[in-house]
């Protein structure tokens, strides 16, 4: 059984900045990042394998970035110059491995076995 659990949620202004961390229990090579906002369904936002290759969704590409934290258990979620749309509840996912890093299935949220709780990220104008 993997743990995880996110850290780094807030309120910020429209433009601020924030970043997430996710502290895993076991190591595993492949980490998602998923949001929801109320009324709405839980969206793919990027993914990290353990080489660092990440993907993103159109919607926070060159805002968001996503990385192993140097801390080897953790995995982080840079975000910049956020947006009102971009607030909702945080989560962290993990997968034994991203296989071959296609985003199609990268950003499912069926993809992933292991889920943290979330942490609420609220963006205010």
């Known amino acids: 059984q993997v743990y995880l659990v996110e850290s780094g949620g807030g309120s910020v202004q429209a433009g601020g900045s924030l970043r997430l961390s996710c502290t895993t229990s076991q190591w595993t090579d492949c980490y998602g990042w998923f949001r929801q906002a109320p009324g709405k369904e839980r969206e793919g936002v990027a993914s990290?394998?353990?080489?660092?290759?990440?993907m993103y969704v159109d919607s926070v590409k060159g805002r968001f970035t996503v990385s192993k934290g140097n801390a080897k258990n953790s995995v982080n979620l840079k975000m910049n110059r956020l947006e009102p749309e971009d607030t909702a509840v945080y989560y962290c996912a993990a997968e034994a491995q991203c296989l071959d890093n296609q985003w199609y299935y990268l950003k499912e949220r069926a993809f992933y076995e292991y889920w943290g709780q979330g942490t609420q990220v609220t963006v205010s104008p």
């Open positions: 990290v394998d353990t080489d660092g290759s990440a």
